[in-house]
């Protein structure tokens, strides 16, 4: 599914948190966003799923504004993992990945089996089969954010929002999770911070103060002379002895 | 089957598993008192009455029966229904384990309406105490509803918040309104009885109560019951809500006016009843967990029969004396909600 953001600006009371930005991202492709904190990474994410409604410019999702569907046909489109969100309910583990289902449930159109099978496939994905019937309190960072991200797959979105998906992640779920999203047909937006695991993407965008400083290539729009002054550091190419791509390496100015 | 039918016999085979439990609830609430009826002989009531039978009772039992234990129990138990699906909606939509009913404001308000009528005497004595109650009630709501828009409870984040925050700035003040209304005008018979009332009281309950408390807690139950999927989507907070789909702003509105009628319309019959808004939703959610298409029935049922048992030893267990329901709501319900505190502490982990 594709999307687009047309000089998308976003400000409250009188703050600007997102100036002019305009991107669009094609069927199937994975973006990267990366920034500094407080860039405007996720207030472009809520922009993007339709949470929060631009101040200046328009979403366009397959050439259609954001604004003129309903909440329903949004949810049944675009799934959002966003950075923070807990429960204090004592809602177990398969019940979080189901919630998924709720935009393509009726009164009139129940639960059926296809539904379970979706939620079954969602928590095999995330490498949670086992954790089914586990209470939210019990679980930990990690294994909670799996969840969500099951429960996105769950809702079978043609377009996936992911705000730091990864962070609570042991290195093997990282690389996992990314793997799998790479590999998903759908078309996804990703906010990350570790810059290496935004060079596997299709291509990166990159905030700085609600601006787009950069948009493309991963290797282009990471550039070690953008990195190095957007984040104040010093980032420089390094070439793996084993003649995989190269990566960036860091160290503070 | 078709999906019709799929909605059909879900609602068959829920009603054929509680309306006997409410039946016998019922029934006991029509045996059970000062003096002890047989169930045949309260089958025999309802058989003249409901089917016109013609079998021999004692018009006295009759009476009491009919005319004072039957609609006292119906009421009861709409009332207990309908207070504990509040409870649910508001914990669901607020996101907080200790809202209920009465944190809109609804029961203080109540509190002041009604001394305005009895004691500072508004209307000149054409109004009567469950007039201004309602009244009362819809003001305070009303009150809390701007406050908590004008701090901003329209957006999604914080709202929750606000709305808590606005409920209890009202309920403080509609409180001393009445306070000082009590204290300016009432002599202390006055203030006697408004206390029996604020405690909730039943004994006043007619027919006529029975036709406005049970079809307002049955349009109430279906409403909130059809939001159920809605509510289990808040889990996460209002904005995890919109991105399953649910539209956050009309279902709040909607499901926030609606338990605010419904206990408004409950507290205007029988006073405020503490305890079973708060705990009775926790109750159900113990029984039968977090879900609300199964935690909505369980809690409208657990309720009804509880504020049925309430009323039942609110009028046996002093002799010759009726307690305030309030109090036997609370003495009861203060205890089990500790008891279920600690098992579910326990079992969590
Ligand atoms: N409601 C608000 N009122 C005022 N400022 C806000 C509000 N919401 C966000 N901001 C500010 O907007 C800026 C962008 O926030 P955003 O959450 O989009 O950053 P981010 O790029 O996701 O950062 P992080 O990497 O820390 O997640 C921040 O400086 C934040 O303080
Ligand atoms: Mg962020």
Redesign the interface.
């Known amino acids: 599914m594709r999307i687009e953001a047309r000089n998308l600006s976003f400000s409250v009371r009188g703050k600007t948190l997102l100036q002019d930005v305009s991107l669009a991202v094609q069927p199937g492709e994975t973006l990267a966003l990366v920034g500094p904190n407080g860039s405007g990474k996720s207030t472009l994410m809520r922009l993007l ?3 929060a409604k631009p101040s200046h410019g328009e979403v366009l999702l397959e050439d259609q504004p954001l604004a003129r569907l ?7 489109r ?3 993992v ?1 950075q923070q ?8 583990a398969q ?2 990945v189901e ?2 289902r ?2 393509w ?1 009726s ?4 639960w059926s089996s296809e539904d379970t099978q979706l939620v079954d496939k969602a928590l095999h994905t995330v490498e949670m089969e086992g954790f089914a019937r586990r ?1 939210w ?2 679980l930990s960072g990690g294994e909670r954010q799996r969840l969500h991200i099951a429960r996105a797959l769950a ?1 079978r979105p043609g377009l996936l929002l992911l705000d730091e998906p990864t962070n609570h992640l042991d290195i093997h779920h990282q690389l996992s999770i990314l793997n799998c999203i790479r590999n998903l047909q759908v078309t996804t937006v990703v906010a990350l911070h570790d810059l290496n695991q935004a060079l596997t993407c299709d291509r990166v965008a990159v905030l700085s103060h609600g601006r787009l400083v950069a948009c493309g290539a991963p290797s282009q729009a990471l550039a070690p002379e953008t990195v190095s002054e957007i984040f104040g550091i010093q980032a420089r190419w390094v070439q793996d002895a084993e003649g995989a791509g190269p990566f960036l390496s860091f160290q503070l100015a | 089957m078709s999906a019709a039918a799929v909605l059909a016999w879900q609602g068959i085979r829920g009603a054929c598993l509680a309306l006997p439990v409410l039946a016998a609830a019922v029934l006991a609430g029509a045996m059970i008192g000062e003096t002890s009826l047989a169930p045949d002989l309260v089958l025999s009531v309802l058989a003249n009455k409901l089917a016109g039978a013609g079998l021999p009772v004692d018009p006295v039992d009759q009476g009491i029966i009919w005319s004072y234990r039957l609609p006292r129990a119906l009421v009861a138990a709409a009332c207990g229904a309908a207070l504990a699906v509040a409870g649910v909606v508001l914990q669901a939509l607020l996101r907080n384990a200790l809202a209920d009913p009465y944190i809109l404001g609804i029961s203080a308000g109540a509190s002041t309406g009604a001394v305005a009528v009895t004691i500072a005497g508004l209307g000149g004595g054409a109004l009567s105490l469950s007039f201004g109650a309602f009244n009362g009630a819809l003001l305070a709501f009303g009150f809390v509803a701007i406050l908590a828009r004008a701090a901003g409870a329209g957006g999604n984040r914080a709202a929750a918040a606000q709305i808590v925050l606005a409920g209890i700035a009202g309920s403080q003040l509609f409180n001393a309104l009445t306070a000082f209304i009590i204290a300016k005008s009432a002599n202390a018979d006055q203030a006697r009885g408004i206390m029996f009332w604020l405690m909730g009281n039943l004994s006043g309950v007619r027919w006529p109560d029975v036709w406005l408390a049970v079809p307002l807690a049955l349009a109430g139950w279906m409403i909130c019951r059809f939001h159920a999927r809605a509510l289990d989507a808040f889990t996460f907070g209002s904005d995890s809500a919109a991105s399953l789909g649910i539209p956050v702003r009309r279902v709040q509105v909607v499901l926030i006016f609606a338990t605010a009628l419904m206990t408004a319309v409950m507290v205007s019959i029988v006073g405020s009843i503490g305890f079973v808004g708060l705990v009775i939703p926790h109750a159900a959610r113990f029984l039968v967990g977090p879900g609300h298409r199964r935690l909505m029935p369980a809690a409208a049922l657990t309720g009804a029969v509880f504020l049925i048992a309430a009323d039942i030893v609110s009028r046996i267990i002093i002799p010759g004396q009726v307690l305030p329901i309030g109090v036997v709501t609370a003495l009861i319900g203060a205890p089990s909600f500790a008891v279920i505190l600690v098992r579910g502490q326990r079992t969590a982990r």
Do not use: F, M
Request: hydrophobic share 40%; no cysteine; proline share 5%.
């Open positions: 799923s339709g949470l309903t909440r329903r046909e949004i949810a049944q675009i799934a959002i966003e969100a807990d429960t204090a309910e004592r809602i177990t019940s979080v919630l998924g709720t935009p449930l009164a009139l159109k129940p209470e309190a019990t809702q």
